[in-house]
């Protein structure tokens, strides 16, 4: 349960952030739409961590998610690879 809740909040507060950098909308509009849809996703990742077969298999997961998201906002905020 513990992995599920902070395991889907990094991945939701990720999401967020890759979002509302990615959005083409002004930066307000973007951060607000971004943050609206993190409650959608934070309830689907807490679904899916009760879904989830194993233990190891949600970790895998989320940590899987949480990396190409943290790449993808280390891309978004233009540092060089």
């Known amino acids: 349960m513990a992995a ?3 395991g ?3 991945v939701t507060a990720l999401a967020t952030m890759a979002l ?3 959005l083409p909308l002004p930066r307000a509009e973007a951060v607000l739409a971004a943050t ?3 409650f959608a996703l934070y309830a689907a990742t807490i ?3 009760f879904a989830a077969r194993g233990l190891l298999r949600l970790c895998v997961g989320m940590a899987a998610a949480v990396m190409v998201l943290g790449l993808i906002v280390f891309l978004a905020q233009g540092h060089p690879a």
């Open 20 to 22: 509302s950098m990615m």
């Open 47 to 49: 679904i899916w961590a």
């Open 4 to 6: 599920g809740i902070g």
């Open 36 to 38: 609206m849809a993190s």
């Open 8 to 10: 889907g909040y990094a």
